[in-house]
């Protein structure tokens, strides 16, 4: 599938996921980033752009 995104959609997209990451490395070190950035692209990919729902799919992976 090809997605396209507007250049605001990519920072807003680029803003998420850093904010993502900085909670994942309180919550867990160890968590991989390449896993939480697939889990927020997928879910992003679909146009899912509601924050808390891309948090939950880069903590949970059964939320995809």
Same mark, same amino acid.
């Given at each position: 599938?090809? $997605?396209s995104y507007s250049s605001d959609e990519l920072k807003n997209?680029?803003?998420i996921l850093n904010e993502i990451l900085v909670q994942a490395r309180k919550r867990d070190p160890e968590m %991989?980033?390449?896993d939480i $950035?697939?889990?927020v692209c997928a879910l992003a990919d679909g146009g899912e752009r509601d924050i808390r729902k891309l948090e %939950? *799919? *880069?903590f949970d992976?059964?939320?995809l």
């Open positions: 599938m090809h $997605v997209l680029a803003r %991989s980033t390449d $950035v697939q889990r %939950s *799919a *880069a992976p059964a939320a």
